[in-house]
């Protein structure tokens, strides 16, 4: 069983920076891919951007492309996502992820486990 803890959420104005962590225990965080991602009010979970096992392959959703970046510290069992030029649309509730694989995923689907979530909110 692992467990996932987020932080670093919070209320920023456009243009503005945040840097999201995660914090995994109870599962050797090194050997598994991690992700990040959001789901706005009333729409589905969308993944924005993931990294494999030792950080050496990443993904990003087109939307973040150039303004996010993931990376992880494996000594650490810590991953994070720095967001950069924010905008409203990236207001969401930020899940970290992993599953039980090493490589870098582009669906949400393949993680079975999540964090509890922190709120991100881009004021205009």
């Known amino acids: 069983q692992v467990q996932l803890v987020e932080s670093g959420g919070g209320l920023v104005q456009a243009g503005g920076s945040l840097r999201l962590s995660c914090a995994a225990s109870?599962?050797?965080?090194?050997?598994?891919?991690m992700g990040w991602v959001r789901q706005a009010p009333g729409k589905e979970r969308e993944l924005r951007a993931g990294i494999n096992w030792n950080g050496g392959r990443v993904y990003y959703a087109e939307v973040v492309k150039g303004r996010f970046t993931i990376s992880r510290d494996n000594a650490q069992n810590t991953v994070y996502l720095q967001m950069n030029s924010l905008k409203p649309e990236d207001t969401a509730v930020y899940f970290c992820a992993t599953g039980h694989f090493t490589y870098v995923t582009t669906t949400k689907d393949d993680y079975d486990s999540w964090g509890q979530g922190t709120q991100v909110t881009v004021s205009s």
């Open positions: 109870g599962r050797t965080f090194s050997n598994n891919a």
